[in-house]
C-alpha cells in the first residue's frame, strides 16, 4: 500500500476548498491517486517498515532498494544454499517461514495449515526439521548436504516455494546463508548499499532491513499538493463531471466517473521533474 503523503484534508487546505466545490470523496480519490502515482513514478515505496527479500544482483557494485530511504539492515546475507528438499501433497501446497516467531507454516492445496516452532529444542537442527515436517505432516523431506544436518533450524531466512502446477507434488526448496554475512553500509543518501570489503554484490542476496519515511518529508508533501491541486483543477474543467450555476460551482458526478477520468489525467501526466529528488536511481 502506498504512503499516505497527503490525505483530502491537505488538498482541501492547499487549494482552499468549500465541500461544494470538492466533496470530500473527490479529494480521497485524488490524494490516493496522487499517492500512487508518486511511488510508481519515483518506482520506490515510501510506506515505513521491516522487509526481508532476496535481491538478484549480477556484479554490482552497489544493490539500489526499492524502498526509501533505507535506515537500517539487520542482516545481509549471500552465498546462499539449499539443504532441505520438501515434496508436498499436491500440486498447490506452499510452505514459509516467520522468522520473528520461528514458525515454519506447511499448507497442502486441500487440508488444515500446520504450523511448527522451530524454537523448540526437539527440532531446532535442519535435520531434525525435517523428520519433523515428515513426521507431523506426511510430507517427502529430503537432506540436500548432510554437512547442514546440525544446522540452527532458526537460521532460517526464507522460503522460496517453486511450485510445479502438473500432476508432480510441489517441490519447495529451504535456502539458509553459507556462513558470509556481508558487511555493508548505506550510500548514495540512503538509496543503496555497498560492501565494505569493495567485493561487487553477485548472484542472490538476502536482505532483512528497514526502509521508508515515518514522517512525510515537508518539501516532498509540498510536490504532492501541488500535483494534487494540478489534478483538481484538470478534473474541474471536465464538463462531464461538473458544471457552473448562479449559485455557484457543483460536483454533479458520481465515483465511478470520477474515477474514469482521473485515471486519464493520472496515466498522460506523465514522468514529472519535481520528483527527481526521490526518483529511484538506475544502475
Known amino acids: 500500500m502506498a504512503l499516505t503523503i497527503i490525505a483530502a484534508s491537505d488538498l482541501r487546505t492547499f487549494v482552499d476548498l468549500t465541500t461544494v466545490e470538492a466533496p470530500d470523496a473527490v479529494l480521497t480519490l485524488i490524494a490516493s491517486a496522487v499517492n500512487s502515482y508518486i511511488e510508481k513514478d519515483c518506482s ?35 552465498q ?127 536482505l532483512d532491513y528497514q526502509a521508508g519515511y515515518e514522517t512525510v518529508p515537508d518539501d516532498l508533501k509540498r510536490v504532492a499538493l501541488e500535483i494534487g491541486a494540478e489534478w483538481f483543477h484538470r478534473l474541474q474543467r471536465d464538463t462531464s463531471l461538473s458544471s457552473e450555476s448562479v449559485e455557484g460551482y457543483s460536483w454533479t458526478a458520481n465515483d465511478t466517473k470520477t474515477t474514469d477520468v482521473l485515471t486519464k489525467v493520472q496515466n498522460t501526466h506523465g514522468h514529472d521533474p519535481r520528483l527527481q529528488p526521490w526518483r529511484k536511481m538506475e544502475i
Not at 53 to 68: G, P, S
Open 44 to 78: 520506490r515505496q515510501f510506506s515505513y517498515s521491516r522487509r526481508r527479500r532476496f535481491y538478484e544482483a549480477t556484479n554490482y557494485a552497489k544493490l539500489r532498494i526499492k524502498e526509501y530511504p533505507l535506515t537500517r539492515v539487520y542482516r545481509c546475507v549471500t
Open 80 to 206: 546462499l544454499t539449499h539443504a532441505i528438499s520438501v515434496e508436498g501433497p499436491d500440486v498447490r501446497s506452499t510452505i514459509s517461514v516467520d522468522s520473528t516467531n520461528n514458525t515454519v507454516y506447511l499448507t497442502p492445496g486441500t487440508g488444515s495449515e500446520i504450523e511448527i516452532d522451530i524454537s523448540n529444542a526437539s527440532y531446532d537442527t535442519l535435520l531434525e526439521l525435517a523428520t519433523e515436517i515428515a513426521t507431523n505432516a506426511g510430507w517427502t523431506t529430503t537432506m540436500v548436504n548432510s554437512d547442514f544436518d546440525s544446522y540452527p533450524a532458526k537460521e532460517l531466512i526464507l522460503i522460496e516455494a517453486q511450485l510445479c502446477y502438473s500432476s508432480s507434488p510441489a517441490r519447495l526448496y529451504i535456502p539458509h546463508p553459507r556462513a558470509s554475512l556481508a558487511v555493508i553500509r548505506a550510500v548514495d543518501d540512503l538509496a543503496a548499499l555497498e560492501r565494505i570489503d569493495g567485493a561487487p554484490f553477485d548472484g542472490r542476496v538476502w
